[in-house]
């Protein structure tokens, strides 16, 4: 269908071309304004750098105040798909409530109508493009400035200079365009202009992704006289509904909670338009009385059009808050939670990986979650039951009478639950280094990989030891079953405080246990291998089973070293510069450092085994 569809639009236009140059000069006006959107939304993307996330991360407490949050910046940026973007991005990665996503979907169609008021009030009694210019010409000196915030508050500049000039393009073309054609002869009255022109400007939009675009074509072809006042209305009705697309288009990359969303959008959009459309000849009145108080005149149709467009769009909210209840309920029935997956990403996907503070957030549950199969796995592989591990008061005890072998396929369960999620961890910081983001925002997602390979290398290191642990604990079998059991309680300790770790609020954590548990392992290897020559002196270890364990407490106490490594990384702040330099001249360990570096070699034999 999209193959043929295009060919024949770029026909059509080019047919119409030939025919009209003024509507040459139409097209251009609404390309020139959508590129000019487009500048806007990526020059938010590069000036925001974190500050807008985190503003909507704390402002969105309550349905009032997520309401007023879409309202203000979506008048601000002049994009509600932008907005709507961004709300699915948090949304995805768990930063904000179903209801707060709601509410900022609900303030953004509000927000959107100062857009109208705008191009109708300002835009189309000034020649605009006069300030387009200056605009564009400072505009192209910050985009190519190396610090980021200037790039991106020229983006934002040539944004809002393409957006006038594509008003002004728009605004001759229709006023020439009258000249030769009238549009009016084939306006169309009552119920069935109502519902025709509905559909016309629901489709404009969809095909241009800006109902702010649709509204300029409806301002400038109503100032021009090319459609009648009622069918500007319709058309504008319309435009709400066609810009759902953006918050669908959008969601199809998000998880369930994004498709939430998209659905709110649509049936606000749905039910705000059936509304207008019912009662339109009310809200007409309604019009006349409120323009009539503030001095439109009554031929201004632009600014009465203005006034319709914030009138019907607050009326849905009002409409819809008191019922937020019901239509959160119907949410969640209408598209289920989907059940948990434990061996697939939970909280990667695109919809997440444009704004940093979202990258980062859901960067870390994805670990945290990869940290939970690894655990499980490590314990399991072990023969212990977490849950009896992290109730029990004695570790020692409850680890010694856990003795029966689990019938598990390791092998198998490392496949699917550690080593899938770490391909995507490893897939999305790859996607990560790409953009340009923060240094700090970098070093933190380098941080959490990091982890992820430390994790990965702690399982590894449990699938080795497996069978020596399960062959010298099923059964007593003297001086080696106790070794045995030794390494099992240890690790079992590190599996219980990193857990109670877990749990933790994040000012109650203390990353000097974190060091000290790595210096303990560090010296519990070293005493390991002389109380191994002790028991052999003695004549009660067999020299075979001597070389068994000695072996495996290697793996164990790479496992130990792994799982506080990780840790580390996931809850310590990445060190300044000055400080990794201090703290590598005062360290005898020059082995690689967490943070930005090159893989190391079980990254890359694992990089390699399960290419991404």
Do not use: C
């Not at 809850?571 to 005062?586: D, G």
């Amino acid at each position: 269908m999209k193959k043929t569809l295009l060919p024949i639009i770029l026909v059509l236009m080019l047919a119409a071309f030939w025919v009209s140059m003024d509507f040459q000069e139409i097209a251009a006006g609404v390309a020139v304004f959508l590129f000019g959107m487009l500048m806007l939304e990526d020059g938010f993307k590069l000036f925001s750098g974190g500050f807008l996330e985190k503003i909507l991360a704390r402002m969105t407490g309550s349905t009032l105040r997520s309401i007023s949050f879409g309202v203000l910046t979506t008048s601000l940026m002049q994009s509600s798909s932008l907005v709507s973007v961004i709300t699915i991005s948090f949304l995805s990665a768990g930063l904000i409530s179903l209801v707060a996503g709601v509410g900022i979907i609900f303030g953004a169609n509000i927000g959107t109508t100062t857009g109208a008021w705008l191009i109708a009030g300002f835009g189309l009694k000034v020649k605009i493009s006069a300030y387009a210019m200056p605009m564009l010409a400072i505009a192209i000196v910050l985009v190519f400035q190396h610090n980021k915030y200037l790039r991106g508050a020229g983006h934002v500049l040539a944004g809002l200079g393409f957006l006038f000039l594509g008003i002004h393009f728009m605004k001759e073309g229709f006023d020439a365009f009258k000249d030769q054609f009238d549009l009016t002869r084939f306006a169309l009255s009552g119920v069935l202009g109502l519902i025709v022109y509905t559909l016309v400007g629901s489709a404009a939009t969809v095909v241009m992704q800006s109902s702010h675009a649709t509204m300029v074509l409806i301002l400038t072809a109503l100032a021009a006289g090319q459609i009648s006042y009622a069918n500007a209305l319709a058309l504008a009705i319309g435009a709400n509904i066609g810009t759902t697309i953006t918050a669908i288009i959008g969601s199809l990359t998000a998880n369930y909670q994004g498709k939430r969303l998209a659905l709110a959008h649509l049936l606000f959009n749905l039910v705000t338009a059936s509304v207008a459309l019912v009662f339109i000849n009310q809200l007409r009145q309604v019009v006349d009385f409120i323009s009539f108080e503030v001095g439109i005149a009554s031929d201004d149709y632009a600014l009465k059009l203005a006034v319709f467009h914030t009138i019907f769009n607050v009326l849905g909210v009002l409409i819809m808050v008191p019922l937020m209840g019901q239509l959160i309920g119907f949410l969640t029935r209408r598209i289920p939670e989907p059940r948990t997956d434990v061996s697939q990403p939970k909280y990667l996907n695109e919809a997440v990986d444009a704004f940093p503070a979202t990258i980062e957030l859901a960067l870390r549950k994805e670990v945290l979650h990869l940290q939970d199969n690894a655990v499980e796995l490590i314990a399991h592989g072990l023969n212990i039951h977490r849950h009896e591990l992290y109730a029990s008061v004695d570790i020692a005890r409850t680890v010694r009478t856990s003795r029966a072998t689990f019938e598990i396929d390791i092998d198998a369960r490392y496949e699917a639950r550690v080593k899938t999620l770490y391909s995507a961890i490893v897939d999305f910081t790859s996607r990560v280094g790409d953009k340009d983001l923060p240094h700090m925002e970098l070093e933190r997602a380098y941080r959490l990989r990091d982890a992820a390979t430390a994790m990965v290398r702690a399982v590894k290191a449990i699938k080795h030891m497996r069978r020596n642990a399960n062959l010298f604990t099923h059964k007593p079998m003297g001086t080696a079953t106790d070794l045995y059991n030794g390494l099992r309680i240890e690790i079992a300790r590190i599996l219980v405080e990193l857990h109670k770790l877990n749990q933790m609020e994040e000012a109650d954590r203390d990353g000097v246990w974190l060091e000290e548990e790595l210096a303990t392992i560090k010296k519990n290897k070293s005493a390991t291998t002389h109380m191994v020559e002790a028991h052999i002196r003695a004549g009660d270890l067999e020299i075979q089973s001597a070389t068994s364990f000695l072996n495996d407490s290697d793996y164990a106490y790479k496992a130990m070293s792994d799982l506080l490594k990780a840790a580390r990384a996931i809850y310590a702040e990445p060190e300044s510069t000055e400080e990794q330099v201090e703290r590598v001249l005062q360290s005898d360990d020059t082995g690689p450092r967490l943070g930005v570096q090159p893989l190391d070699e079980d990254q890359t034999d694992e990089l390699e085994a399960h290419p991404v």
